[in-house]
């Protein structure tokens, strides 16, 4: 390549190299071929990894990664308080509030990663290619599904499992902490379904990544900044029963309420009174309804999009 | 390869497809239609994606009603449209679709880079798909349809938004599917012109109904003809007028209207289009060009074009007869005789 006559014949030679190596002859594919739930495996596993930008560019690893970090961070925080301060018999916030403190990043999570997820796939016209596959639509929208929850899962999850282990260490009483964590960890369970769910249906009905992005943010931080501003005019007028059933407005506070009643939580409800038991099972019940809802939407949006 | 049987799709308000039979055996087949002639609608009920309202279809023996996922996992779809993601490396990204093909991890790797390099994509593959060129997109969506090395794919429109070289270039490639590959082909088109280097076998369709289905050599090999275009000379002001002649008096039958290329293209009127029977023609043009003393600008072959068939096919009663093969289309070159 140093000299013109260097470059002329490696030219010629990588000319007739390269029409070689086109002609080295096609190799036919006789192995195996694993079929539908191999594929919708295949599916999940990428979208979770793709939730944490990982195999993603490097710029695309850079939020997931970051609020992940801010999650363990502030765990990590709480189990050095617990373990510095002499005296102390337990952590300093129960597990089951965590994720109720920590609902922005959270909301920035899955309002990031839920459009990256689903429009993407809408917006660049992939959805064809999927369902040319022996996938089926509730292949993909079950993957998907399954996928965002968990990645939220991880990203509740994994604190709560740091809270655990110091606690451990900090020789807290056992039965104790287990019985909060295994709430705490059923509490974020609970929320990654759901938020999952709204996520990535306002992400589905929007294939414009941005739009997507500032349609999630919304509909969780306006929600309960709307339900919040009410719930604590009801509570200024004594309407303590109001205070309850408007909780049932927003996610953040159907997830309250749900860990008030069944999950030995405390309410973060002005006046810190969440539901009883009875008013707990219509809090489950719009849970459910909600996640059954997001998935009927979903698998609708995709009904619509087909080849 | 592909079989439907009186296939018709109808939706409220059109009806896509209209009682298609077809018959289509292996090698390169072309679809040949109109916008909204049906070919889309035809290609998603082959995929077992869309019911048929009536007829049924089969592909590679397989029933699209009822085994539709069996289809899917070996037939491979490239579509009409944009469907590359540009963040991500063609690699990556026909891995993935491999894998959603049921291929194993290092299967789908091997695959991969295999297909990739068939279709000629080099260093290129491992940056992000939004730097590519239309071309080298185009090539990203074949190699996502046959890395699971299907037994046949279905190519919507390939050559759409290239450029003629990279026209030619994914004409070649598609030959090579079934060539090289051994890989039936099924490719949309609404230009005619393309399919007839490629195809072995041309289907039209119009309006959802079956205009004609014949082998592309019944459409274009029949006889050659010979552009012929020639200098005027003193003696012969004429030049093309005097050849004609010369060549009718020797007994050479000549083509289209009075012998002259009736295309409208600047220049056509002094083509002389010539019925070429063998080599004797050949010779004869050339000694009547030297007797007369012009000068020779060229003496080409040309063939007869899908679309004079396709032309003659839309004509009413062309198309009543449409499945009874060539040879309506020389008729007005003849009647001057």
């Given at each position: ?37 191999y594929?919708?495996r295949?599916?999940y596993?990428?979208s ?45 916030i129960?597990?089951?509030d ?30 064809p290619?999927?369902?040319?596959r ?25 604190p ?39 996520g990535l249906?306002?992400?589905?009905l ?22 919040s ?6 509570w ?24 008030t ?17 009875a ?26 999009v087909?080849? | ?43 998603k ?35 009409e449209?944009d ?15 491999a ?26 593959r491992y ?14 969506k ?22 003629p070289?990279g ?16 890989i ?20 039209v369709?119009?309006?959802?109904a079956?205009l ?7 459409f ?102 449409a ?15």
């Open positions: 390549m140093s000299t013109e006559t260097g470059t002329t014949e490696t030219g010629t030679v990588a000319g007739s190299d390269s029409s070689r190596i086109h002609n080295i002859g096609y190799r036919s594919y006789d192995g195996a071929r694993l079929g539908r739930a594929a919708r295949s599916l596993s990428q979770l990894r793709g939730s944490f930008g990982l195999g993603r560019s490097a710029k695309s690893k850079v939020l997931p990664m970051l609020l992940c970090g801010v999650m363990c961070l502030v765990a990590l925080i709480l189990v050095a308080v617990a373990i510095a301060t002499p005296g102390m018999t337990k952590l300093p129960k597990y089951t965590f994720a109720i403190y920590l609902q922005a990043v959270i909301g920035l999570f899955i309002a990031s990663q839920a459009p990256q997820s689903v429009s993407r796939d809408l917006r660049f016209r992939s959805v290619l999927y369902f040319s022996p996938i089926e639509r509730v292949d993909y929208v079950l993957a998907k599904f399954a996928a965002m929850a968990s990645a939220l899962l991880i990203l509740t999850g994994l709560l499992v740091i809270l655990y282990a110091g606690s451990l260490l900090a020789k807290f009483d056992f039965a104790d902490q287990t019985t909060g964590f295994g709430q705490g960890m059923v509490s974020v369970a609970l929320l990654s379904v759901l938020f999952a769910g709204l249906v306002v992400a589905a929007t294939p414009r990544r941005g739009f997507g992005v500032a349609a999630v943010i919304a509909v969780l931080t306006i929600t309960y900044g709307a339900v501003t009410v719930q604590a005019i009801a200024q007028t004594d309407s303590a029963d109001a205070v309850t059933w408007l909780g049932l407005f927003s996610p953040i506070t159907l997830i309250d309420g749900v860990q009643a069944f999950l030995g939580a405390s309410s973060a409800f002005p006046g810190g009174e969440g539901p009883g038991a008013a707990g099972v219509v809090y489950l019940i719009v849970v459910l309804a909600l996640v059954a809802g997001s998935y009927a939407v979903l698998m609708r949006r995709y009904r619509r087909g080849l | 390869m592909i079989a439907t049987e009186s296939l018709s799709k109808r939706f409220p308000r059109v009806t896509a497809l209209d009682r298609l039979s077809l018959d289509i055996g292996p090698g390169v087949t072309g679809l040949v239609g109109s916008n909204g002639a049906g070919k889309s609608t035809l290609i009920i082959l995929l077992g994606l869309s019911p048929a309202t009536e007829g049924r279809a089969a592909v590679l023996g397989l029933d699209v009603a009822t085994e539709g996922a069996a289809i899917r996992e070996r037939v491979g779809y490239m579509p449209h469907c590359l993601p540009p963040d991500v490396s063609a690699t990556e990204f026909v891995v993935h679709m894998r959603m093909s049921g291929l194993p991890p290092t299967a789908a790797r091997e695959r991969t880079a295999d297909t990739l390099r068939h279709v000629g994509l080099y260093e290129e940056r992000p798909i939004g730097g590519y060129s239309t071309g080298m997109k185009q090539r990203v074949l190699a996502q349809a046959l890395v699971h090395d299907p037994k046949l794919v279905l190519l919507d429109e390939p050559t759409n938004g290239l450029d070289v026209r030619d270039e994914m004409l070649g490639l598609i030959r090579r599917v079934h060539t090289d590959f051994g039936s082909v099924l490719v949309t088109s609404h230009l005619l012109g393309e399919l007839e280097r490629t195809c072995d076998h041309v289907v369709i119009d309006g959802g079956l004609r289905s014949s082998s592309t050599s019944d274009t090999k029949t006889t050659t003809t010979l552009a012929v275009e020639v200098t005027d000379s003193d003696a012969h002001p004429d030049g093309t007028d005097a050849l004609r002649r010369v060549l009718t008096g020797a007994g050479t039958r000549l083509v289209g209207h009075d012998g002259l290329d009736a295309e409208g293209l600047p220049g056509a009127g002094h083509i002389l289009l010539v019925e070429a029977t063998g080599e004797e023609t050949y010779d004869l043009v050339r000694d009547s060009v030297a007797e007369l003393g012009l000068g020779l600008i060229r003496m080409e072959q040309r063939r007869h074009r899908i679309a004079e068939v396709f032309r003659a096919a839309e004509a009413p009663q062309a198309a009543t007869a499945k009874a093969g060539v040879g309506q289309e020389k008729g007005s070159g003849r009647d001057e005789h």
